[in-house]
């Protein structure tokens, strides 16, 4: 075997590694830019791969942004793990098709030991089944796919076998901050968003229980009501236990969107603000987020596997499928069929951190969010505009004379173009704002304290 193109390959990603604490964070790369760096026509020859591979490498490295490093704060994107990013390299070399058990015993036992760590480490029913997902936006339309199908098997129709044409009308109750994926989800799965009843929120973002109730008074048929852990904007926590007891009344079936804030259940600290959570029916998350590992890397977790199987399950004759009991067929847990092996990494984060490093990683994100608000909230003409419960941060800047939006966002262009760190910003109660997503595992105070400085300097400009 040829390893020229892995040695270069292992000497162009540590070399990265090595420098993404101090490279700017950012690229200020123009499309155009990258086109003349990667474009033009396909060579009628082939090249020797390592020569390919360093080239790449050098090619691409003005277009890369610094997520790995420690100071990118934003659309809460966590950094890779070292053992993930080691478990993820040998994914790649060992090539599995992690979809039938044949294909691959060891990723199908990875996967069903995830599976059991997980749903301790998260609080979630015993007997809980997940399937492996490219991200957030597959895991709400996994989890609800196999909500769909339950809502409606006790309607007596069986959407698997029948489809939505002449079924009953299936209701989803969302608050009116429900993330855009669980409406991305809703249309691929057929109901759109005319299904949706908004909810009404708090000022930070949370549903109220009493909203809810009132909209499900007048729902007779099949529901579905979609709650939050972690706002995407203030990171604010719907109110699991009432909401469930109230979905409980109406038969509806409970979906968390908890892309980065279920992993608050992993902290003895803020464990609290997901209370109720294990009274839900299914549960989505991202461990790309928070549990720091390469993309893609979404779980969505169903406590009724006959439902969730009933959604996702397909045949065929010439699949050689598992005894029952024999081994974990990973492809009647998700929409895939072909897929990378993406449980390698998870196992090998969570074994890296254990129980006590997950849930150190969560609370030191969760102290640096709070150290920034405090730090910029002393600054003239700097407010947080939210309540900091858990990673994220909402910033207003404000100056006499400017409008605040105008200069909100000025200074949030300056912050990226300085590249000291990278945030990004937001609208939220129509107001612009910067938001700062704290959800790396090697970011430290100094980084906290060298960030605040960067922005302050946008500002004072």
């Not at 464990?271 to 790309?288: M, Q, Y």
Request: aromatic share 8%.
């Amino acid at each position: 075997m040829d390893r020229t193109a892995l040695d270069a390959a292992y000497a162009a990603a540590v070399k990265y590694l090595e420098s993404a604490g101090e490279r700017p964070v950012g690229s200020g790369m123009t499309a155009e830019a990258m086109r003349d760096a990667l474009g033009g026509p396909l060579p009628e020859e082939g090249e020797p791969a390592a020569r390919v591979v360093e080239e790449l490498a050098r090619r691409a490295d003005p277009g890369i942004v610094a997520t790995a490093g420690p100071r990118f704060f934003g659309f809460v994107i966590g950094g890779s793990l070292p053992a993930a990013v080691g478990a993820d390299w040998l994914t790649s070399a060992w090539d599995q098709n992690a979809g039938l058990f044949v294909l691959s015993p060891a990723a199908a036992v990875a996967e069903e030991t995830v599976l059991a760590w997980l749903t301790g480490l998260l609080g979630l029913p015993e007997g809980t089944g997940m399937g492996f997902v490219t991200g957030g936006q597959m895991a709400n339309t996994t989890c609800l796919a196999a909500a769909r199908q339950a809502v409606l098997a006790r309607a007596g129709w069986d959407v698997a076998a029948r489809g939505l044409w002449n079924a009953p009308q299936v209701t989803v109750l969302a608050g009116d901050e429900a993330h855009v994926t669980v409406y991305g989800a809703l249309r691929l799965l057929g109901m759109g968003d005319a299904s949706v009843t908004d909810v009404a929120v708090d000022a930070q973002g949370r549903m109220v229980p009493d909203a809810l109730r009132a909209a499900l008074r007048g729902v007779t048929g099949p529901a579905i009501v979609c709650a939050q852990a972690g706002n995407v904007n203030t990171g604010a926590f719907d109110p699991l236990d009432e909401i469930t007891a109230i979905a409980r009344e109406k038969r509806a079936w409970v979906h968390v969107d908890g892309a980065f804030g279920l992993w608050a259940a992993a902290s003895a600290r803020h464990r609290p603000l997901i209370k109720g959570v294990e009274n839900a029916d299914s549960w989505a998350t991202d461990a790309h987020k928070w549990l720091n590992v390469p993309y893609d890397s979404g779980l969505a977790f169903v406590r009724d596997t006959g439902a969730h199987r009933a959604a996702m399950l397909r045949t065929a004759a010439y699949l050689q499928r598992s005894e029952p009991d024999a081994g974990r067929d990973n492809y009647e847990w998700t929409p895939e069929f072909s897929r990378r092996a993406r449980g390698f990494s998870v196992y090998a984060a969570l074994k890296s951190l254990g129980r006590k490093g997950v849930e150190a990683m969560i609370d030191r994100c969760c102290d640096h969010a709070r150290l920034f608000a405090r730090l910029l909230e002393k600054a003239p003409g700097v407010t947080i505009a939210n309540d900091v419960v858990l990673n994220q941060v909402l910033v207003r800047f404000e100056r006499p004379g400017e409008d605040g939006d105008r200069w909100t966002r000025e200074v949030i262009s300056r912050i990226q173009r300085d590249g000291t760190c990278w945030a990004s910003g937001t609208v939220w109660k129509a107001r612009a704002l910067l938001r700062i997503s704290v959800c790396g595992w090697n970011t430290t105070e100094d980084d906290v304290r060298r960030s605040v400085a960067s922005i302050l300097a946008a500002h004072d400009r």
